[in-house]
């Protein structure tokens, strides 16, 4: 393959992995890892063939189209360290859209706007997808202080995998609950800055 093609390749990948991360809805994220895994994985092992067969005139770009096609295996078969490095730069990127939102609902011009619960709120499109699967949050206030706890997605579970989010809270009993579970299993969840943590639900 050509070095345009492959370029072309990762850029197609990326494109996938991000619709992925942002767009996709949960119940169809598995199939779609599966169809990628599966596709990656025969071209994987057809690339192989063909390095083997030109071992004695092996050729550089041999070399890298077989590299390129197996490094895409791997970050998409494994796909944590991928999602987490998207998620930390969404995370940047999208803080103060964040932060606005928060303010807005401090300010009580946005509250649950779904029928069939009092705490979801869907986001208008002028917002970008800051939180993921729908673009939706969940609005929680302390019946007794007021103080509020505001959920933005990064994963909704299918099946037995776990929940990711970013929360706000400013709601003192939530912030004891949230450094519990942070002792207990700190390699998923982690306070991010004041007020703002990672979870992770099981």
Known sequence: MK???????????????LVNYYYIPFFFIVLNWLGMSLVLLIWTIVQTQKTIKERNNLSKQRIISTLTIFV????????????RLIEQADWR???????????????????????????????????????????????TR???????????????????APS???????????????????KNNPEDNWKITNNWYRRCHK
């Open 3 to 17: 070095i345009r093609t492959l370029i072309l390749i990762v850029l197609i990948w990326v494109m996938l992995t």
């Open 72 to 83: 895409l295996f791997i970050f998409t078969f494994y796909r944590k360290p991928v999602n």
């Open 93 to 139: 990127m999208f803080y103060s859209k964040r932060i606005g939102v928060i303010n807005l609902i401090k300010e009580g011009k946005l509250t649950p706007n779904e029928g069939w619960n009092n705490w979801t709120y869907e986001l208008p499109y002028e917002f970008p997808i800051i939180s993921n699967n729908g673009n939706e949050i969940e609005i």
């Open 142 to 160: 302390n019946d007794s202080t007021k103080n509020m706890t505001v959920t933005f997605w990064i994963f909704r579970n299918y099946f037995n």
């Open 164 to 182: 990711t989010y970013f929360v706000y809270t400013d709601d003192q009993i939530e912030i004891s609950k949230i450094e519990d579970i942070i």
